[in-house]
């Protein structure tokens, strides 16, 4: 993963787990004002607070995504699937808990993934839906699938037309489609959004060298 990638991962995971802590609303009140200290190390006290967010009220779906994206930044992996998995059968609509599984099955269980992140893409909001798009192009691009990489970095650019990955993730599916001319534009196109990076200088110029 690239670290442009990865950063804009973690912010969409901090923005989720903004809109995750507004959605519990008093919930979240009654647990801060709880006497018993937190954890000092920032990570922790992310933790302790959706583990009382839990505990106030196991049902609520977003409480254990809460907790799922604040184990995975603490590195419990492990934890976080199945914290996201109780999400997912509290709520079947909930579209993040589906979205972080299918991330997690990516190198262990594909046709997981791939069956996890479709689910996610249908049932996420408009404004949300090309992140969502961008790993199922990414997945696909990585089996082999250029034409399906393709197809779902093409809707992702519908839902968003300014995520550079949307375009980055475009411009390779077709390169290795063979359509070097709409490559070519794709990755011009993805340089708008990251002006001079290594790796789109360098394919344009390849495929300018080569027509």
């Keep these: 993963m690239s670290a442009l990638t990865s950063t804009k991962t973690l912010v969409v995971a901090v923005l989720i787990l903004t809109l995750a802590v507004l959605g519990l609303g008093g919930a979240v009140v009654a647990i801060r004002l709880r006497p018993e200290p937190l954890p000092v190390a920032a990570v922790d006290r992310e933790v302790a607070l959706w583990e009382r967010a839990v505990e106030a009220d196991p049902t609520s779906d977003l409480a254990h995504t809460g907790l799922g994206l604040a184990l995975l930044q603490a590195g419990k992996t ?43 893409a249908r049932k996420a909001p408009q404004e949300e839906r090309a992140v969502v798009l961008i790993a199922e192009g990414d997945l696909l691009l990585e089996r082999g699938d250029a034409a399906g990489a393709a197809a779902a970095y093409r809707r992702s650019i519908v839902f968003n037309p300014f995520l550079f990955d949307s375009h980055f993730g475009l411009a390779k599916a077709l390169e290795e489609l063979g359509k070097r001319r709409q490559a070519l534009a794709a990755y011009r196109e993805a340089e708008r959004f990251a002006p001079n990076l290594p790796e789109v200088v360098e394919a344009i110029e390849r495929l300018e060298r080569t027509g």
């Design 78 to 120: 492990e934890a976080a699937e199945r914290a996201f998995e109780e999400a997912a059968r509290l709520n079947p609509d909930n579209w993040m808990a589906r979205f972080q599984l299918g991330l997690l099955a990516r190198d262990t269980a594909p046709d997981r993934a791939l069956k996890l992140l479709r689910e996610a």
